[in-house]
């Protein structure tokens, strides 16, 4: 065997080594999945089913169809459906963020310095955490959509089961971009209050300041400034445009996927710079 493939070789082990250990992280502990599959089910069960927002609009009133209105403002007659599809996006940004966190937590076991004495890259230890969120993720996103449909999500027209590949593509986009943000700025932290502040100070804004919840179009100016800069924005929209609605727009969905996909690339080519650089013992 050639030292290249001997090496590319040595890359892929390292890679799924440190990739399984983050997994059976999740896995090994069936309450830790439970609890991270709590608050997305709240949200839809509760905030989902109560904000009734069809039953708001009048139906006495001749030439009002509170069907067409719901469609014209949600891209769908069901609010539950429009507000679960941001579920699915809220659960990477809560998975991804803990992805910092873990940076800092290995350094602190000194499980960190080992790995950094082994021939494994420090790009192959970033990547690993990268990886490991966005499988998390995706599964979790599975699950929610299941549950959402038990609580009556509603497919759209031009639905087809194929359009989970699609779902389940972006998402990966997402996390990838997410995950190395979330490394990026804990990457020289020693202290575990510094990824919980910057977790809480990203996180809810960035869901928020999206349209997890409520269209953009009928944000005000300036934060439908922000929420167009907002790759969540992007991945709620190719999910609906997947999943809900019932006439799909293959520009928007293209210019979703470019957009997260750039989002992705970028995010994480700074995240795997940075960790050569500053990831040390």
């Not at 069901?78 to 990477?92: H, L, N, P, R, W």
């Not at 389940?168 to 932290?189: D, E, H, K, N, P």
Request: charged share 10%; glycine share 6%; aromatic share 12%.
């Amino acid at each position: 065997m050639s030292e290249t493939n001997g090496n590319s070789k040595s890359k892929l082990h390292g890679l799924w080594a440190l990739t399984n250990r983050e997994l059976k992280k999740w896995y090994k502990e069936p309450v830790l999945f439970f609890l991270s599959m709590i608050q997305p089910i709240l949200w839809m069960g509760l905030l989902g089913k109560s904000m009734n927002i069809g039953a708001l609009i009048p139906t006495n009133i001749p030439g009002i169809d509170s069907k067409t209105i719901m469609e014209q403002t949600f891209g769908t007659s069901d609010y539950f459906s429009f507000m679960a599809v941001g579920m699915i996006g809220m659960t990477a940004l809560f998975t991804t963020m803990f992805s910092g966190m873990s940076i800092v937590w290995d350094r602190r076991l000194g499980f960190l310095n080992k790995v950094l004495s082994t021939p494994v890259s420090r790009a192959v230890i970033i990547f690993s955490k990268i990886l490991s969120a966005a499988l998390r993720s995706m599964f979790q996103a599975g699950i929610i959509i299941i549950i959402a449909v038990a609580f009556g999500l509603q497919f759209g027209a031009n639905f087809n089961p194929l359009n989970i590949l699609g779902i389940f593509a972006i998402m990966f986009l997402l996390c990838v971009g997410l995950s190395s943000l979330f490394i990026a700025l804990t990457l020289r932290s020693t202290r575990m209050e510094t990824p919980m502040a910057i977790m809480n100070l990203i996180n809810l804004p960035m869901m928020f300041a999206s349209n997890a919840f409520y269209p953009a179009k009928l944000m005000p100016d300036w934060l439908q400034t922000v929420v167009n800069v907002n790759p969540l924005s992007y991945t709620n929209d190719a999910v609906r445009q997947l999943l809900i609605v019932n006439t799909v727009d293959y520009a928007q969905l293209a210019l979703d996927f470019t957009y997260v996909g750039i989002f992705a690339a970028i995010v994480a080519t700074i995240g795997i710079v940075l960790s050569w650089r500053y990831l040390t013992k």
